[in-house]
């Protein structure tokens, strides 16, 4: 039985270690027209979505927030459950103000014919 534990033990360093030797894939995204030709050129499409996106993300951050309000500790509150809480909250604004950004991106590009393509650069697998 011992021998068992040790060999499994064994095979998950060597996996483990396999895994963190192998460089993580590097992405980039870049705009890609999609169906018929697009109305307006990327850079234009870019400036004007961009600033729309980085509203909606600021809007839905200070909603989030407003939201969840400044948290107040119970009496006889444990402080690792605390921190749990508080970043459980900072996570769900970060993803709302995130969603809300990637969901106004999205749509203005797509109303002038454009989309964003992620793809690898380095490290592809």
Avoid: H
């Avoid at 483990?16 to 307006?40: D, I, K, L, N």
């Avoid at 109303?111 to 490290?123: P, S, T």
Wanted: charged content about 15%; proline content about 5%.
């Amino acid at each position: 039985m011992r021998l068992q534990i040790v060999a499994v033990a064994v095979v998950l360093a060597e996996l483990m270690a396999g895994c963190a030797a192998r460089p993580r894939p590097q992405y980039e995204s870049r705009m890609v027209p999609f169906g018929s030709s697009p109305t307006t050129n990327a850079d234009q499409v870019k400036a004007l979505c961009l600033s729309q996106a980085e509203l909606a993300g600021m809007n839905a951050r200070t909603n989030a927030q407003a939201a969840v309000g400044q948290y107040q500790a119970p009496a006889g509150f444990s402080p690792v459950g605390t921190v749990a809480q508080v970043f459980d909250q900072r996570m769900s604004i970060d993803m709302a103000a995130s969603n809300a950004y990637q969901a106004v991106l999205n749509g203005c590009l797509a109303q002038y014919g454009w989309r964003i393509e992620r793809y690898c650069v380095q490290n592809c697998r």
